[in-house]
Nanobody, 126 residues
Framework: EVQLVESGGGLVQAGGSLRLSCATSGFDFDDYAIAWFRQAPGKQREGVSFISGDDGSTYYADSVQGRFTISSDNAKDTVYLQMNSLKPEDTAVYYC???????????????????WGQGTQVTVAS
């Protein structure tokens, strides 16, 4: 059974940091790209960060470039999202998703992803 389990969300003051984790199981971790998406109330789900399964290449949305860092621990089949300099507009439910793919122009299209976690709430207070 494929599982993606996010953790690490919470309430933080603006300017603070959080590290999200996405623990995976049930599939060959090395074959899958993992992406982080987020969805704020009343807004579309948007891609935040992406890491390739084969070579570890990373990509970021413009809104988080320079503040967020995605990484993976292949020994633990876990992907992390380090979020620094958080802003109130980063408030959302954050999801990790898995898909067999290389980075392309559709990698921010959430419906392309096969597997999803349940999400973790991040709230940034001003």
């Amino acid at each position: 059974e494929v599982q993606l389990v996010e953790s690490g969300g919470g309430l933080v003051q603006a300017g603070g940091s959080l590290r999200l984790s996405c623990a995976t199981s049930g599939f060959d971790f090395d074959d899958y790209a993992i992406a982080w998406f987020r969805q704020a109330p009343g807004k579309q789900r948007e891609g935040v960060s992406f890491i390739s399964g084969d070579d570890g290449s990373t990509y970021y949305a413009d809104s988080v470039q320079g503040r967020f860092t995605i990484s993976s621990d292949n020994a633990k089949d876990t992907v992390y999202l380090q979020m620094n300099s958080l802003k109130p507009e980063d408030t959302a439910v954050y999801y990790c998703a898995a898909d067999i793919r290389n980075w392309d122009e559709n990698s921010w299209f959430w419906a392309d992803y096969d597997y999803w976690g349940q999400g973790t709430q991040v709230t940034v207070a001003s």
